[in-house]
């Protein structure tokens, strides 16, 4: 353990530079060709499987693992991409454990699920490394689309809208593409710059012109590209976080768990990235998991997740939990932020109250406790800022502070469709959801566009 670890206060270089790349590489290592054969021989291709029911883009998981198993994971990637063009970094990052793994046959009966994510990794990164493009554009429709957002719901209405023939812009607001898969994941889940290798496979089919640094709201309004285009979707992500609601949360060395696992991600040098020497972070979803253990993976001494509720209610899987544990975090339940302990402007440490149902309501027992830090992360949730669509000339429906649309993703207002994180009832953090909406969007778009020439 190198010296510098011990520094007080937020510094950078906790680590020898080797310790670095240790630390940060791939969680799960990609199978190679046998690893793959043999675990794709454990899958009972089950008709009507639970796991493809499971899988919010309904991928055949049972015909891909069939195609890796005779030797044809070109196929097996292809099987993917027809129903998530973004299966490369849905194999990295989906919550594999809660959804398609959780009710694998082989679980339920022996605990020990077919490895579906690494399965589905092994035959997309094997047609990705090869280029295999599978789809050839359509003949050209004459329409064109506004995609507002270059996240994981924006790229695959892009690609499945391209794909029918369609002219596509994506105008996103930061210098890369990818949204979340780009800048809100841990390192360790996507190395090497997948992220940015998947959208330039998306996007080599053509048809699609991605322009950054563009902001709803800021560069056009929603009115604007209602007018100079055919359709528009709006896949914006959540701007906003939530306030700890704590006496002296301004305080030096209080920042928001998704700023921080950014800049994490864009850092060209993991050394020169400072770090407390005693972290808190505030939240129990993967946000709060990620900011944890990349903490303690820069070298923090001590990583506290201090949680309002019972580890049941942990948004965070079991296995991201115990992931936290296995890597030195310390998960603290039934605790919620009271005040922020401030030395001369700088975080001296946090001070939480203890929790407790009491009718069904969480309540403050009245009872505190003091933990020792010089950095807390905020990571109790996102909100959708909304003001971007203010302008638009026409009213969007809301609905708990996102937008309202219906079963094919249309809002109120004519045109415009919405999915992913921005709209109602959407699955936060999960990848895969969002592309489910965005391919959703763009089949109702496309027959919007086909049937009478107008959305």
């Avoid at 195609?67 to 063009?85: L, M």
């Amino acid at each position: 353990m190198a010296e510098g670890q011990f520094k007080q206060g937020i510094a950078a270089g906790r680590l020898a530079p080797p310790e670095y790349a240790d630390n940060f590489s791939d969680l799960h290592p990609p199978f190679d060709r046998h690893e793959a054969l043999v675990e794709a021989d454990r899958c009972y291709f089950c008709y009507d499987a639970p796991c493809m029911q499971a899988c919010p883009t309904s991928i055949d998981i049972p015909m891909f693992i069939r195609q890796i198993s005779t030797g044809n994971p070109v196929g097996a990637a292809k099987t993917i991409f027809d129903q998530n063009i973004l299966g490369g970094m849905c194999a990295r990052v989906c919550p594999t454990e809660t959804l398609c793994e959780e009710v694998c046959v082989r679980e339920v009966a022996e605990g020990k699920p077919v490895q579906i994510g690494r399965l589905q990794r092994f035959a997309t990164d094997t047609a990705m490394a090869q280029h295999k493009q599978f789809y050839e554009r359509a003949a050209p429709t004459g329409k064109r689309i506004a995609v507002v957002g270059a996240g994981p719901a924006g790229l695959a209405c892009a690609h499945r809208l391209a794909v029918n023939g369609h002219e596509v812009t994506i105008y996103e607001a930061k210098p890369k593409a990818g949204g979340l898969n780009e800048y809100g994941i841990a390192a360790y889940k996507s190395v090497d710059g997948f992220a940015q290798a998947e959208v330039d496979y998306i996007t080599a089919v053509g048809g699609i012109d991605v322009q950054h640094d563009k902001a709803l709201g800021r560069d056009m309004s929603l009115a604007e590209l209602a007018s100079s285009h055919d359709a528009v979707f709006l896949g914006m992500g959540l701007a906003g976080v939530n306030a700890l609601r704590a006496e002296g949360e301004g305080a030096e060395g209080v920042q928001d768990a998704v700023d921080f696992i950014a800049e994490l991600r864009q850092a060209g040098d993991l050394a020169q990235l400072p770090v407390g020497r005693r972290v808190v972070v505030i939240g129990g979803g993967m946000t709060a998991i990620d900011a944890a253990i990349q903490s303690k993976l820069l070298g923090a001494e001590e990583v506290t997740i201090c949680y309002r509720r019972g580890k049941e209610h942990m948004n965070a899987s079991e296995f991201e939990q115990d992931l936290a544990a296995s890597k030195g975090v310390t998960i603290r339940h039934w605790l919620q932020p009271k005040s922020v302990i401030d030395a001369g402007g700088r975080v001296a440490g946090i001070e939480l109250e203890y929790t407790t149902l009491r009718d069904g309501k969480l309540v403050g027992t009245g009872e505190t406790m003091l933990i020792d830090a010089d950095q807390v992360f905020k990571a109790i949730g996102q909100s959708f800022d909304a003001s971007p669509l203010n302008g638009s000339g026409n009213s969007i429906a809301m609905e708990g502070g996102r937008i309202k649309v219906d079963t094919e993703g249309r809002t109120s207002m004519a045109k415009v469709w919405a999915g992913g994180d921005c709209v109602v009832d959407a699955r936060e953090d999960l990848t895969v959801a969002a592309v489910a909406a965005g391919r959703d969007a763009a089949e109702s778009i496309h027959r919007a566009l086909t049937s009478n020439g107008r959305a």
